[in-house]
C-alpha cells in the first residue's frame, strides 16, 4: 500500500503544472496599474524611450519543475509583474531559450520602466489574444507515437537448491523478446502523459528432467514452457531537448499479465498445462530519441518493470484451480527491456 502511495504521489508530481520561477527586485514601486493597462514591450536590440523611470528588474526563471514557460506566457507574465509595480514598459535584457539539460523553460531577465506619457488600455491583439497564439505559436511538440522491440530478461530466480541443469533452464527461459507502443501528449516543454503497452515472450525447454509429483513420486521426463508478460499502464514522461535530440524519463503504473503454457512429456504421455494470473506493474525508465527529421527520431529506451504474482488459475483444458502462493513462494515477474525503435512527433513546430 505504501508502495502504491509513494507512485500515485510521484505520478501527479510529474503532472502537476507550475509557471516561471519569479524573482523581483523593485527599487521604486508606484501605484499598480489596472490588468488593462497598455504595456509597451521593447526587445533586445531596441531602446527604451526618453523620460522613462526604472522601477526594477524581474527574473522569469525556472523553477525545475515549470511546465508554463513558452516565450508567449513569459511576455504575459513579465506585463502581468510591470503593472503590479506601477510600470508601463517591459524592457527585455537578456532571454536565453530552452537549451539542453540545463531548462525547458524560456527565461526572461527584464527591467520595468515607467512613462507618463505612455496611457490608454492594452490593445485587443496584446493581451487577451495570447491564448490562441499560445495555440498557433508552441515551440515544442505536442504528441509523440512510438514502437518498439528488443531484447528482456526477467529478475526472478531459480529456487534454492536447484540444479545447475534446472538454473541454466531457468536462465534460458528468462530471456527473451518483446514488443511494444506508446503514445504521449506533452502538456508543457518538459512534461508529458499517456499510455504505455508491452509483450514479452520467452520459450524453453529442458529433457530428462526429474518430476516430482504432489503424492510424492517422481518422473523422469520432459519440460517446455511458453511464457508470455501483458503490460498496459498510465504513463508520464519528462523530456530534456538537446539539438535535435531528446532525453526521456518515464514513470507508469498499470496491469501486468502473466500467462505460462507448460508441457510435460513422460514416456509417450503428454500432459498440457496452463497457467495464468495478473498483478500491478510498476515501471521506470529512461530513453534517448535521435533526430532522423523533424518529425521522425530513433529511439534507444531502458525499463524496468516490477511486478509480483502472488496467485494464478491453473487449467489443463478441462479442470482448473486458483492456487494462492504463500509470503516466501510469491512469483517475481518483473523484467529489463532493452528497446530499439522508430517514435514520430505530432504537431512540430515550424
Known amino acids: 500500500?505504501?508502495?502504491?502511495?509513494?507512485?500515485?504521489?510521484?505520478?501527479?508530481?510529474?503532472?502537476?503544472?507550475?509557471?516561471?520561477?519569479?524573482?523581483?527586485?523593485?527599487?521604486?514601486?508606484?501605484?499598480?496599474?489596472?490588468?488593462?493597462?497598455?504595456?509597451?514591450?521593447?526587445?533586445?536590440?531596441?531602446?527604451?524611450?526618453?523620460?522613462?523611470?526604472?522601477?526594477?528588474?524581474?527574473?522569469?526563471?525556472?523553477?525545475?519543475?515549470?511546465?508554463?514557460?513558452?516565450?508567449?506566457?513569459?511576455?504575459?507574465?513579465?506585463?502581468?509583474?510591470?503593472?503590479?509595480a506601477g510600470?508601463?514598459?517591459?524592457?527585455?535584457?537578456?532571454?536565453?531559450?530552452?537549451?539542453?539539460?540545463?531548462?525547458?523553460?524560456?527565461?526572461?531577465?527584464?527591467?520595468?520602466?515607467?512613462?507618463?506619457?505612455?496611457?490608454?488600455?492594452?490593445?485587443?491583439?496584446?493581451?487577451?489574444?495570447?491564448?490562441?497564439?499560445?495555440?498557433?505559436?508552441?515551440?515544442?511538440?505536442?504528441?509523440?507515437?512510438?514502437?518498439?522491440?528488443?531484447?528482456?530478461?526477467?529478475?526472478?530466480?531459480?529456487?534454492?537448491?536447484?540444479?545447475?541443469?534446472?538454473?541454466?533452464?531457468?536462465?534460458?527461459?528468462?530471456?527473451g523478446g518483446h514488443y511494444g507502443a506508446d503514445f504521449h501528449y506533452f502538456l508543457s516543454p518538459v512534461y508529458g502523459v499517456g499510455g504505455v503497452y508491452s509483450s514479452y515472450f520467452s520459450k524453453a525447454g529442458i529433457e530428462n528432467f526429474t518430476i516430482d509429483l504432489a503424492d510424492g513420486s517422481s518422473f523422469i521426463g520432459d519440460i517446455e514452457e511458453d511464457v508470455t508478460l501483458n503490460y498496459i499502464g498510465?504513463?508520464?514522461?519528462?523530456?530534456?531537448?538537446?539539438?535535435?535530440?531528446?532525453?526521456?524519463?518515464?514513470?507508469s503504473l498499470g496491469y501486468l499479465g502473466y500467462q505460462n503454457k507448460q508441457l510435460f512429456s513422460i514416456g509417450q504421455q503428454e500432459l498440457s498445462l496452463k497457467l495464468k494470473g495478473a498483478t500491478m506493474g510498476t515501471q521506470f525508465g529512461a530513453g534517448v530519441d535521435f533526430g532522423l527529421t523533424k518529425s521522425l527520431a530513433l529511439g534507444l529506451q531502458f525499463n524496468y518493470l516490477a511486478g509480483i504474482l502472488q496467485t494464478y488459475t491453473i487449467s489443463d483444458g478441462q479442470n482448473s484451480e486458483t492456487i494462492k502462493l504463500k509470503e516466501g513462494e510469491y512469483e517475481n515477474i518483473g523484467r529489463i527491456d532493452l528497446s530499439i525503435g522508430l517514435k514520430y512527433y505530432f504537431g512540430v513546430p515550424k
Open 1 to 84: 500500500m505504501n508502495k502504491l502511495l509513494l507512485s500515485m504521489l510521484f505520478l501527479a508530481f510529474l503532472t502537476a503544472s507550475c509557471s516561471h520561477k519569479v524573482t523581483t527586485s523593485i527599487t521604486k514601486r508606484q501605484t499598480s496599474l489596472s490588468p488593462t493597462a497598455k504595456v509597451m514591450i521593447i526587445n533586445l536590440d531596441e531602446s527604451v524611450p526618453d523620460g522613462a523611470i526604472l522601477l526594477g528588474k524581474v527574473k522569469l526563471g525556472d523553477s525545475g519543475f515549470s511546465m508554463k514557460c513558452t516565450w508567449y506566457e513569459a511576455i504575459a507574465k513579465a506585463k502581468i509583474e510591470a503593472r503590479m
Open 234 to 251: 498510465a504513463s508520464a514522461v519528462a523530456r530534456y531537448p538537446f539539438g535535435k535530440n531528446a532525453f526521456y524519463l518515464n514513470f
Open 87 to 175: 510600470g508601463n514598459i517591459v524592457k527585455i535584457t537578456k532571454h536565453k531559450r530552452p537549451n539542453g539539460f540545463t531548462s525547458a523553460c524560456h527565461r526572461v531577465w527584464i527591467d520595468i520602466y515607467n512613462l507618463e506619457s505612455l496611457e490608454g488600455d492594452e490593445e485587443e491583439d496584446s493581451e487577451y489574444r495570447l491564448m490562441p497564439k499560445l495555440v498557433a505559436g508552441i515551440d515544442y511538440p505536442k504528441a509523440r507515437i512510438g514502437l518498439k522491440g528488443g531484447w528482456s530478461n526477467r529478475v526472478g530466480k531459480a529456487p534454492q537448491g536447484s540444479s545447475t541443469a534446472y538454473k541454466n533452464y531457468i536462465r534460458e527461459l528468462k530471456s
